[in-house]
């Protein structure tokens, strides 16, 4: 089993950053792509970003240029970097890890509105 716990969400304006943590516990020894996803209101959930543990990165094109995903292996931690925010950005956004099973985190709200 893995345990993750997310933080870092909050309100902000458009145009604003914010920087979500997500860090891992458990059989860490397993997880090797670490990533966020992000679930609208009446939407479904779709995928944000991910890195493995090498350091390749995949972005969603709504985010690319403006969100940077990162990894401390060391720390069993990913993170998210969020810059030049909008308000179609607002939603539940959760930390995902994959290795020997798939794990999710509890969701932290990231709401973007003047």
């Known amino acids: 089993q893995v345990q993750l716990v997310e933080s870092g969400g909050g309100l902000v304006q458009p145009g604003g950053s914010l920087r979500l943590s997500c860090a891992a516990s458990g059989l860490i020894f397993s997880i090797n792509v670490m990533g966020w996803y992000r679930q609208a209101p009446g939407k479904q959930r779709e995928l944000v970003a991910t890195?493995?543990?090498?350091?390749?990165?995949n972005y969603a094109d709504s985010v690319k240029g403006r969100f940077t995903i990162s990894r401390d292996n060391g720390k069993n931690s990913v993170y998210l970097q969020m810059n030049s925010l909008k308000p179609e950005d607002t939603a539940v956004y959760y930390c995902?890890?994959?290795?020997?099973?798939?794990?999710w985190g509890q969701g932290t709200q990231v709401t973007v509105s003047s």
């Open positions: 890195i493995t543990r090498g350091g390749s990165t």
């Open positions: 995902q890890v994959s290795g020997l099973g798939v794990y």
